[in-house]
């Protein structure tokens, strides 16, 4: 997301003009794309389309410092992350996300008493073919909205968006590393069964 | 056999492998247990994959009618954001 598409890049590559800004088209062109983020993060839709708002009316204020090093839609986006992040540190701050029990006391365990698998996680074909596959970013899709809050908001801030795990504890108001380490890897663990089961085994 | 060889133990240490650097030791004993556990291996690998297909997933996943602003929304957005 941080990275510039220079082939994408927009506006004139040289003067200082940046009249290629402008606010109403942002909403026809990136409305969606915004919106479909904030709400993949907070997935409430009122929630959502109030960060949508809130970027538009930071982004307008904040126009003259956009220097065309990145795409609109990037440069769009950088402000929206913001803005969830505060919404969680918010949100956390009212109510922090519950903390995850110890794996053995879960009513889904992936390992016997002795540490062992319970079901050998299975041989992925070729999954780097699965990227360009529309069905597969379904799964995706559902796979990640099958994980509880509490385990899907640390997972999409941190893979999704790359937050390191202070900010991380910070925001989401997490007790410790080791709990935000423990929530993680729950998280992947239940994203990878999910997966195996709606893709990979087919 | 020793905690730290165990394949829970070792689940939780590959995961964290993707949020923190691991210590000399813990590399060691991750690279032992993955010589002689075919589980492990294949879990690592699919971790490897779901940590790159996550950092693209914003510009990959579906995005269906409900998740985009209906027109009612984009209606609101526009008289919020009014003449600037």
């Known amino acids: ?202 | 056999m020793l905690n730290v060889f165990k394949c829970k133990v070792i689940s939780r240490r590959l995961s964290e492998s993707l949020d923190r650097p691991l210590s000399l030791p813990e590399r060691i004993a991750l690279r032992i247990h993955l010589r002689f556990c075919p589980p492990c291996t294949s879990y690592r690998k699919q971790l490897d994959f779901m940590h790159s297909a996550s950092a693209r997933a914003d510009d990959n996943l579906p995005r269906n009618q409900d998740q985009s602003l209906g027109d009612e929304a984009r209606e609101r957005l526009k008289q919020k954001l009014g003449p600037q």
């Not at chain 1, 960060?51 to 538009?56: A, G, K, N, R």
């Not at chain 1, 969680?88 to 062992?116: C, I, K, M, T, Y």
């Open chain 1, 1 to 202: 997301m941080s990275s510039p598409l220079p082939e994408t890049r927009l506006g004139p590559s040289t003067g200082g003009e940046i009249n290629w800004l402008d606010p109403e088209k942002w909403l026809d062109e990136h409305g969606d794309a915004l919106y479909a983020y904030a709400l993949r993060r907070v997935r409430e839709a009122s929630t959502a389309e109030d960060l949508v708002q809130e970027t538009l009316l930071t982004a307008i204020k904040a126009k003259d410092t956009f220097r065309g090093e990145s795409t609109e839609r990037t440069w769009l986006t950088g402000i929206l992350k913001h803005k969830v992040l505060d919404h969680f540190r918010q949100a956390a701050r009212e109510l922090p996300l519950p903390e995850v029990p110890p794996l053995s006391d879960s009513q889904q365990d992936w390992f016997d008493q002795s540490g062992n698998w319970l079901r050998w996680p299975g041989d992925w074909a070729d999954p780097e073919r699965s990227l360009e596959q529309d069905e597969f970013w379904h799964a995706m899709s559902d796979c990640i909205d099958r994980l509880p809050d509490k385990l899907r908001i640390p997972y999409i801030l941190r893979e999704f968006d790359g937050v390191e795990t202070e900010e991380l504890i910070r925001t989401l108001n997490i007790s410790s590393r080791n709990n935000l380490w423990a929530m993680l890897s729950r998280a992947r663990l239940q994203l990878r069964q999910c997966l195996e089961i709606k893709w990979f085994s087919n």
